[in-house]
């Protein structure tokens, strides 16, 4: 697994992930869909018959399936903060141990998981802009979630791009929160 820049262009490899970890909170039937995305990706890049255009768009989306399983990755490390947390609190409630609630606190590791979601999370959207407008509007060329919708709506509308465009709209706190927008 290896990440990609802008253009979808890989990069010498930056980390690599074992493909075998747990999601623990999804349903079953979303970590089998995950996993069958990935075995697509895997075959489509070793076939040697694969086109060089179509070699980078599987790489764009191996890059998107590969921030998507970030993002579940921390999901998963706050959602076990957030069980040991609970588990500490009971037992002390059991204990009769009160002067623990004097004060509250996040352990560090539970605002740093925060954070590396949070900009995981933006990292997988700007993928997945990137292989939308790559697949739906070839010449047009945008690497941010927050101007898709704008790009797309420019475009000569077709069924793809009004459910896209639907979506985004049904979404609009996407682009309320700060988080996505980049001050540069």
């Known amino acids: ?101 004097t004060s509250g606190y996040l352990p560090r590791e539970l605002v740093f998981e925060f954070e590396a979601l949070l900009l995981q999370a933006r990292a997988c959207l700007d993928a997945l802009t990137v292989l939308v407008i790559k697949r739906l509007q070839p010449g047009q060329q945008t690497n941010y979630f927050t101007k898709l919708k704008k790009v797309l709506e420019s475009s000569k509308m077709n069924e793809h791009i009004e459910k896209i465009i639907g979506l985004l709209n049904e979404s609009n706190w996407l682009f309320e929160s700060g988080v996505l927008y980049m001050t540069t």
Not at 62 to 71: G, R, T
């Open 1 to 101: 697994m290896a990440t990609v820049n802008e253009n979808g262009e890989k990069y010498s490899f930056v980390a690599i992930a074992d493909d075998s970890f747990g999601y623990g909170m999804l349903h079953e039937t979303t970590v089998l869909k995950i996993d069958e995305i990935g075995k697509f990706i895997e075959t489509a890049l070793k076939d040697t018959r694969t086109s060089a255009e179509t070699r980078k768009e599987v790489i764009l989306m191996e890059s998107c399936l590969f921030k998507l399983q970030a993002v579940l990755y921390h999901l998963h490390n706050i959602k076990k903060f957030k069980e040991n947390l609970l588990i500490g609190i009971k037992r002390d409630l059991e204990n009769k141990n009160v002067s623990v609630f």
